[in-house]
């Protein structure tokens, strides 16, 4: 089993930045994803950027650019650096872990409770 703890969310100006981390603990030796997704108010939750073992990373487009996955992984930890961002950027984000290095959300294995993030001015 693994747990995955999410922080670093807020309320931040359009413009502003922050950066979530997500830490892993328990069975961790088999997880090779760790992602990124996020659920504003009646939408579906969506990806946002992923990142295997090795580095190899994806984002969604709209956050292209402006935000930056990053993983530790002797501390078994994720992190979501996140610049410029935008009123449209507000939602729960959750983190997640997997072994398939994919955007289906429904592969994934775990999944944390979610860190909130408002952008508004």
């Known amino acids: 089993q693994v747990h995955l703890v999410e922080s670093g969310g807020g309320l931040v100006q359009p413009g502003g930045s922050l950066r979530l981390s997500c830490v892993a603990s328990?069975?961790?030796?088999?997880?090779?994803?760790m992602g990124w997704y996020r659920q504003a108010p009646g939408r579906q939750r969506e990806f946002v950027a992923h990142?295997?073992?090795?580095?190899?990373?994806d984002y969604a487009d709209s956050v292209k650019g402006r935000f930056t996955i990053s993983r530790d992984n002797t501390k078994n930890t994720v992190y979501l650096q996140m610049n410029s961002l935008k009123l449209e950027d507000t939602a729960v984000y959750y983190c997640?872990?997997?072994?398939?290095?994919?955007?289906?959300?429904?592969?994934?294995?775990?999944w944390g409770q979610g860190t909130q993030v408002t952008v508004s001015s």
């Open positions: 997640a872990a997997g072994v398939v290095f994919t955007r289906r959300s429904d592969l994934y294995d775990y």
């Open positions: 990142i295997t073992g090795l580095g190899s990373t």
């Open positions: 328990g069975s961790t030796g088999d997880l090779n994803t």
